[in-house]
């Protein structure tokens, strides 16, 4: 569970990301977002352009509006105004802009790496041969469908029902992320997660999810709103197109595409949605082999998990049961043509970005421009850079810490996280609806926190993932299966490793692990403009503060509240206790199910919870702490601002953005974090707020004292 800063994956594929935007942001729609302009576009936006913690708190501010009527316009109206996003991107805000920059560093490190000759079967070679190997637009439009072909005949094999379960299981990939970077999307039919046993702490175990659709959620299926449809008839003529693309027929293509979306419909009409799917309770659902063939008829799953080289697995965690039956029920009921045609379909979809032109043009038409708004398809060197990052994410980390980020850096960040866990630890001792033996257990968990900083302790070892210079096709399914591989080997330890990050370096995020009680924050987030040691202590606090304090917060959010100290899913409240954490949990979902970024469609309170709950905890434990670094005094005006009123608007300025609006729309249905106006009205919540800014009652985000949430 992290910032996420909703942004772009230049493979415009609905799958996870490594590189994010803001706090427990994805790389799915979070998607990896790596950023936008040439290298020197870049930099010469970023000059002309500062963003706000580094520069005036004024610019971009709209004073004409009155904080308490719209906190978020208050402080960026005229940024926002002023602004244009970016032509190859869907959204563009700080995040964006520190993302570009870091963009910017790594592709010349990379550049830098390939033209230093690395040592064959160095980690250096692999990074260059992969991401030149993506930049060779030559090389892959001359070899043409031809390294897809052996995909495509291995779905011609499939022969009955036992060979289709197997051909599934062999495409299973660990490209899923329950409870860390939220991302319950593979277009895969089932997607694994290989993480910290719920029950059992101390040892690995796997997690089956639902997949199997081409669009980011079944709602785009499911809804009959006139948005969706046109979505609808969309991805159904790209589906067709797709296959044209491959050499069938216009007529058999059309016809296919009718009968794959048909098939996709029916998967999506057994999915479980969003905000359910985020319900840890009802997701945990530990099934044997026998209970595979008893709760979920019709697919053979002996083929399945044997295809998936998982046969000797006792057990897994199926997350969403009923979805995983009704898929399974599919497997036997739909023709075994049509799940062919589906399968191929979705190994030409899936690879399209290592595919000649045409392909490329198409997948984006659909994922960039159709369902996220995007004109303009991005640079090839951003795009490389994406899949790099994807596939090679810790090699590519380790070259960037080497020489972007200091020691100095990462203990000033260390000691900024213990004043933050120390001011969340006094907020607890002040709660006076908690009982002493709740108190206790909560104040255990946040003592056993393991907080990462800058980096992971131990690097990913990429020596057995085989990268040939000029096979850009066969080095991203290789760097896939590599990291199923490695994730498969975990099942086989000990004991888990809490020092495992689920993050890379270079990426402009932050996340919360609740199952391990662990926060990691790369390096690429910890400078300006969310922290500079040259900065006002306000400052600071408002931004990077309140990032650190919304990760420390998912600990204790709807779904971390579940867990206990070492990370088994534990009933530690009260009765009592639990009864006033979900009633303050409900006011803060009738609170955003208030918001309504369009007429027809309304923020999801229930969908949201886990990231407000963090916003606004996050935010009063920063706010504490600031007021505890000041020792009593006040802080200097600045600006013509006193302290407080530096804190909440640099918080405010954190989530300057914009969105197209397909994009926005994407966020709202499919994402569990709120839009970023949204969350900088999380505001309305501290009682500082008001009397720093003098809201008053006949103001918008006025809420009486009895409505605000103070859950922690």
Not at 143 to 152: E, V
Not at 422 to 451: H, N, S, Y
Not at 475 to 484: K, V
Not at 541 to 561: K, L, R, T, V
Request: net charge negative; charged share 20%.
């Amino acid at each position: 569970m992290g910032l996420r800063l909703h942004g772009n994956n230049y493979r415009y594929t609905v799958m996870p990301p490594l590189s994010a935007t803001v706090p427990c942001m994805q790389k799915s729609l979070l998607k990896q977002l790596l950023l936008t302009g040439s290298l020197a576009a870049s930099t010469m936006l970023l000059a002309a352009e500062p963003s706000p913690q580094t520069a005036d708190l004024a610019a971009g501010m709209d004073t004409s509006i009155r904080p308490g009527d719209d906190f978020f316009a208050y402080a960026n109206g005229n940024w926002v105004k002023n602004t244009s996003i970016p032509s190859d991107r869907s959204s563009f805000g700080v995040f964006a802009q520190l993302g570009e920059i870091t963009d910017a560093q790594v592709a010349d490190l990379i550049r830098d790496t390939a033209a230093s000759a690395p040592a064959v079967g160095s980690a250096a070679r692999q990074i260059a041969d992969y991401y030149n190997s993506v930049m060779d637009e030559a090389g892959i439009e001359a070899k043409g469908l031809a390294p897809l072909r052996p995909s495509l005949q291995r779905v011609d094999a499939i022969k009955d029902g036992v060979t289709l379960a197997h051909f599934l299981g062999t495409t299973l990939r660990t490209d899923v992320d329950i409870l860390n970077n939220s991302q319950l999307h593979t277009d895969r039919l089932f997607g694994l997660w290989v993480a910290q046993d719920l029950e059992d702490p101390v040892h690995y175990a796997p997690f089956l999810v639902q997949g199997g659709l081409g669009m980011p959620d079944r709602n785009y299926y499911v809804s009959d709103s006139a948005h969706m449809r046109d979505l609808q008839q969309q991805y159904r003529s790209y589906v067709a197109g797709l296959l044209r693309l491959s050499g069938i027929a216009s007529a058999d293509a059309d016809a296919q595409a009718a009968r794959i979306y048909d098939l996709e419909l029916r998967i999506a009409q057994v999915h479980v949605d969003r905000a359910d799917s985020e319900d840890v309770q009802r997701g945990h659902n530990r099934w044997s082999m026998p209970d595979f063939y008893n709760r979920a008829p019709g697919l053979d799953w002996n083929a399945f998990f044997d295809g998936a080289r998982l046969a000797k697995q006792p057990t897994f965690v199926v997350w969403q049961s009923t979805a995983v039956t009704g898929i399974s029920a599919l497997a036997k009921s739909v023709p075994l043509s049509t799940w062919k045609e589906y399968l191929r379909f979705h190994a030409i979809d899936h690879f399209a970005a290592f595919l000649p032109k045409a392909f490329v043009d198409a997948h984006f038409a659909f994922y960039g421009s159709a369902l996220q708004g995007t004109p303009q398809l991005p640079e090839r060197w951003k795009r490389a850079l994406d899949d790099t990052n994807h596939a090679l994410g810790d090699g590519v980390g380790r070259l960037y810490v080497q020489r972007y980020f200091s020691l100095e850096a990462k203990r000033s960040i260390e000691q900024l996280v213990q004043n933050l866990i120390a001011a969340f630890a006094g907020r607890i001792d002040a709660l006076e609806w908690m009982a002493p033996e709740t108190r206790v257990q909560a104040k255990a968990k946040l003592a056993a926190l393991k907080v990462g900083v800058g980096y992971p302790d131990h690097w990913t070892d990429y020596s057995a993932l085989k990268i040939v210079a000029g096979d850009a096709y066969g080095n991203a399914g290789r760097a896939e299966l590599f990291h199923y591989d490695f994730d498969l080997t975990k099942l086989t330890r000990s004991q888990v490793d809490r020092s495992e990050w689920s993050l890379t370096p270079q990426a402009v995020n932050a996340v919360n692990l609740p199952a391990m009680n662990a926060l990691n924050f790369p390096a690429a987030i910890l400078q300006a403009p969310f922290f500079s040691a040259n900065r006002p202590a306000q400052l600071n606090y408002g931004s990077i503060g309140a990032i650190i304090g919304h990760e420390i917060s998912h600990s204790f959010d709807d779904q971390g509240a579940q867990f206990d100290a070492t990370g088994r899913l534990h009933d530690w409240w009260s009765a009592q206790d639990y009864a006033h954490f979900k009633a303050s949990s409900q006011q803060l979902v009738a609170q955003f199910d208030g918001y309504k970024p369009f007429p027809d469609l309304a923020v999801n309170g229930k969908q949201t919870l886990g990231e407000n709950i963090a916003d606004v905890a996050g935010l009063a434990a920063a706010y504490s702490a600031y007021r505890s670094s000041l020792g009593g005094a006040e802080a200097a005006p600045l600006e013509g601002f006193n302290g407080d009123q530096q804190f909440f608007l640099s918080f405010a300025q954190t989530w300057r953005s914009k969105y197209r609006d397909p994009m926005l729309r994407q966020l709202v249905v499919s994402n569990g974090h709120a839009p970023a106006p949204y969350r900088a009205s999380t505001v309305r919540n501290i009682d500082a707020w008001y009397k720093a800014f003098n809201v008053q009652p006949n103001q918008s985000l006025y809420l009486p004292p009895a409505d605000r949430v103070h859950i922690w």
